[in-house]
């Protein structure tokens, strides 16, 4: 089992670290204290033996919830780690009193939308061109009231 706990900000030089690894427009140090300090934020890592693996930022206004960022450490994908994440996510949002969660992914992020199709997200729009390269955004949620993922 991969544990999960709250992001500290003592979390973050582990964090940067994966975010840059991970994003070709990296949030900054900066953007993760704003989530850490936002009343609608709430943030979790996961760890491996000790050693921080990857972590997940979420947001809750209402009933509506968003996934803001989420990456797992390159060396480790693929065991596991984002799909603990996700499910954190599900659960935190559905305690919360969300109905829905949201995210938006690059249309290129073949691993990541693997990952939310098979907790049943739905492709819900697409923007075009919203990434860097002219990539586009793919927006997708997931209805909350479904109980299985
Ligand atoms: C998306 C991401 C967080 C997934 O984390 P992960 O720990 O590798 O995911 P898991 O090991 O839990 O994978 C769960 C499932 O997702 C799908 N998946 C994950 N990586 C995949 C890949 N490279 N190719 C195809 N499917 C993949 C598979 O269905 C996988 O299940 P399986 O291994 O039993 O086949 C990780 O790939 C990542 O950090 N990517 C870079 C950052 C990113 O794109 N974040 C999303 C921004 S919206």
């Known amino acids: 089992m991969i544990p999960i706990r709250p992001m500290t900000e003592a979390d973050l030089d582990a964090v ?3 975010e840059q690894a991970c994003f070709p427009r990296a949030w900054s140090r900066e953007h993760f204290l704003a989530e850490l300090a936002s009343r609608h934020g709430v943030a979790v890592v996961a760890e491996q033996e000790g050693r921080l693996i990857g ?13 803001l960022d989420v990456a797992v ?5 693929r065991s596991g780690a984002g799909t ?5 996510a599900c ?3 559905r305690r919360r009193g969300a109905t829905v969660l949201r995210l938006e992914v690059r249309a290129t992020s073949g691993p990541a939308i693997a990952l939310y199709e ?3 997200f739905v492709r ?3 923007r075009k061109a919203y990434y860097e390269n002219g990539v ?11 109980e299985e993922y």
């Open 136 to 146: 586009d955004a793919l927006l997708m949620d997931k209805n909350l009231s479904e």
């Open 16 to 18: 940067l670290a994966i």
């Open 73 to 77: 450490l390159p060396t480790v994908q």
């Open 84 to 88: 603990v994440l996700l499910a954190w």
């Open 124 to 126: 819900s729009g697409l």
């Open 55 to 67: 972590y997940l930022c979420l947001s809750i206004v209402l009933d509506e919830a968003e996934v």
């Open 118 to 120: 098979r907790f049943g």
């Open 91 to 93: 659960d935190e949002a």
